[in-house]
């Protein structure tokens, strides 16, 4: 059974940065693209950033390009998502999912994903 264990959210000034963590088990996770998303009340939940299953592609959203960076360290199973900048349009719960498949299916769309964390609340204050 695939698990994946989110951390890092918090409280935090406009401005500020967070580090996001996800940890993945049950699943040989370098095989895997990993993607983060995020879901505002009252909003449909969007794509923020990915990660190809080597770590050498990744892919961000156009409201976050320049202040997140998605990485990876396949010996710990774990993907990372730094935010710097963060603004109070970034609050949201985020979540992390795998890949389906690393050969088919959009890196921005959540219908690709197959397993998800249970999410980590983000408050950005102004």
């Known amino acids: 059974q695939v698990q994946l264990v989110e951390s890092g959210g918090g409280l935090v000034q406009a401005g500020g940065a967070l580090r996001l963590s996800c940890v993945v088990s049950?699943?040989?996770?370098?095989?895997?693209?990993m993607g983060w998303f995020r879901q505002a009340p009252g909003k449909e939940r969007e794509f923020v950033a990915a990660?190809?299953?080597?770590?050498?592609?990744?892919y961000y959203s156009i409201a976050v390009k320049g202040r997140f960076t998605i990485a990876r360290d396949n010996n710990k199973n774990t993907v990372y998502l730094q935010m710097n900048s963060l603004k109070p349009e970034d609050t949201a719960v985020y979540y992390c999912?795998?890949?389906?498949?690393?050969?088919?299916?959009?890196?921005?769309?959540?219908?690709?994903?197959?397993?998800w964390g249970q999410g980590t609340q983000v408050t950005v204050s102004s």
């Open positions: 990660i190809r299953q080597s770590g050498s592609i990744s």
């Open positions: 049950g699943r040989t996770f370098s095989r895997y693209g």
């Open positions: 999912a795998t890949k389906a498949s690393e050969y088919s299916g959009s890196y921005t769309d959540p219908v690709s994903y197959d397993s």
